[in-house]
């Protein structure tokens, strides 16, 4: 199943990766996220991201992008952030499993790559 990945580094790519969708599913998730996850609901989008429950605890940097994407979609409250590392798959299906990213979404979700560069001549 495809995932997308939204580094908290914002001079890294948000990229696209294959994980299997077994046993071990939340381990490979985890790893991602660096801990266990707690799931914030991108449902303007048909999303879900998947995060760091103790991120904040844990000092994790901040995640711009991942915290733009979800006040867009009205998850998360105004003055709240995401931290670390994050996952986006698609929305859950009817048996509550997570779904793959699809083509739009990862068209749209390159566009903050984008966004993100540095421009040349600007710091």
């Known amino acids: 199943m495809q995932i997308a990945v939204i580094p908290a580094d914002p001079a890294l790519d948000i990229t696209f990766r294959d994980v299997d969708k077994d046993h071990r599913y939340?381990?490979?998730l985890q790893e991602i996220v660096s801990g266990d996850i707690e799931v914030v609901g991108l449902h303007r989008y048909a999303m879900n991201m998947y995060l760091n429950e103790n991120g904040k605890i844990e000092g994790r940097p901040a995640n711009h992008r991942a915290t733009?994407?979800?006040h867009w979609a009205a998850a998360v409250r105004a003055d709240d952030i995401i931290v670390g590392d994050v996952v986006l798959t698609g929305p859950v299906d009817a048996a509550g499993e997570?779904?793959?990213i699809v083509a739009n979404h990862k068209w749209?979700?390159?566009q903050l790559n984008d966004e993100a560069a540095p421009r040349e001549g600007h710091s």
């Open 26 to 28: 939340l381990q490979a």
């Open 68 to 70: 733009m994407l979800a």
């Open 98 to 100: 997570d779904t793959p």
């Open 108 to 110: 749209w979700l390159l």
